[in-house]
């Protein structure tokens, strides 16, 4: 089963713009006054929010792994984790 698509509204988002929106689905959803429809709506924007904010950090991440620091403490490159 294939991903779903990032909406393009998120897929341009920071991972802080993104956080924050997730948040305030979040606070939306725990309130429990929202309309099943509109409940099933918001969760799904929700996800794709999740599923953004995950890869963001995934590219951080092989960004950060890429430096590794020598014992001098300057910076040498390395090659990104391998996740096989």
């Known amino acids: 089963m294939s991903e779903p698509k990032t909406p393009a509204d998120i897929a341009e988002m920071s991972f802080e713009q993104a956080m924050k929106e997730l948040e305030t689905i979040i606070d939306?959803?725990?309130?429990?006054?929202?309309?099943?429809?509109?409940?099933?709506?918001?969760?799904?924007?929700?996800?794709?929010?999740?599923?953004?904010?995950?890869?963001?950090?995934?590219?951080?991440?092989m960004r950060v792994q890429k430096i590794v620091a020598r014992a001098d403490g300057s910076a040498d490159r390395a090659e990104p984790a391998s996740f096989d």
């Open 28 to 61: 939306k959803l725990d309130g429990g006054d929202v309309p099943l429809e509109d409940s099933i709506t918001i969760y799904e924007r929700g996800a794709a929010l999740q599923r953004h904010c995950e890869d963001k950090l995934r590219q951080a991440e």
